[in-house]
């Protein structure tokens, strides 16, 4: 059996199976799910920004 393979979700910090890979960062299914959703408005929506930004400060780094 094999093991699963976990990554840590770079959102909720948790780590799941399965997701996505954005760049070097992984986003799992539910968090996904969850920006997909969210609306501009809604206050998630600026701290799922703030999340995905890291992402691309650490690609500029
Ligand atoms: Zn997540």
């Known amino acids: ?3 699963p393979v976990l990554v840590k ?3 909720c910090g948790e ?3 399965e997701g996505i890979q954005i760049a070097s960062e992984f986003i799992c299914d539910a968090c996904e ?3 997909v959703r969210t609306d501009v408005m809604d206050v998630k929506y600026s701290f799922f920004i ?3 930004k890291q992402i691309f400060y650490k690609q500029n780094a």
């Open 1 to 3: 059996m094999e093991d």
């Open 9 to 11: 979700c770079i959102v």
């Open 15 to 17: 780590e799941k199976q």
């Open 33 to 35: 799910a969850e920006i």
């Open 50 to 52: 703030r999340q995905l």
